[in-house]
């Protein structure tokens, strides 16, 4: 099944027309999901890569997140990754980064999910370049994010992986928190974790 996302209707860091030198091919790698055309690389970890791609029946550029293709066979890691597809596209709010679609290609069996281009880096990539936040930006980036975990707990939430790298900076200086893989449902029985497995990354758990 190939997606087919909406054109996005807010403004901030979303999607916009490529310029003709930014259209290069990837060379030796994934280059399209369904009538998604991949770019570039913006960033990958342990379980899932992301690329700037262009959508032509929209002609606009999104994000795309692509679950590593090792765990392709690991139903956990598909289940979150799952998850992760069903709320950001079921939860909205503007500092949360908003999923558009998701599917799985059936050229190259991979599970794919499009979210809205966030045009800016992650706090962690700021802080590596600078060192620090002043004051100010850290204050404002804090408080984003407080809105967009009061919301979740609202929605009845829990994020459960807060950290600089799962914050993106859009242009205009507004926080997204992303990345809902192994957010909980306060009403759901179900885990997935066990009794003596941590979720998150160490170094931010609380």
């Known amino acids: ?78 289940h979150r990754f799952a998850q992760e597809a069903y709320l950001s596209r079921k939860l909205s709010h503007r500092n949360l980064v908003r999923g558009l679609a998701c599917g799985r290609d059936p050229a190259t069996r991979r599970e794919f999910l499009v979210l809205e281009l966030v045009d800016g880096p992650t706090a962690q990539e700021k802080l590596e370049r600078h060192g620090r936040f002043s004051v100010a930006e850290a204050v404002r980036i804090t408080i984003d994010i407080a809105r967009a975990l009061e919301y979740l707990h609202q929605s009845d939430y829990v994020h459960r992986d807060i950290k600089p790298g799962n914050i993106l900076l859009a242009p205009d200086g507004t926080a997204k928190l992303a990345d809902l893989g192994v957010a909980k449902s306060l009403r759901d029985a179900t885990v997935l974790t066990t009794l003596d497995q941590g979720i998150g990354t160490p170094y931010y758990m609380p």
Do not use: I, N, W
């Open 1 to 78: 099944m190939s997606a087919r996302p909406h054109p996005p209707t807010s403004s901030a860091g979303l999607a916009r027309p490529v310029p003709t030198a930014e259209v290069a091919p990837l060379v030796g790698e994934l280059r399209s999901l369904g009538d998604l055309r991949l770019l570039r690389r913006l960033g990958s970890g342990g379980m899932s890569e992301v690329f700037l791609a262009y959508h032509a029946a929209s002609g606009r550029t999104v994000a795309v997140k692509v679950l590593a293709d090792h765990l392709a066979g690991d139903q956990s890691f598909v």
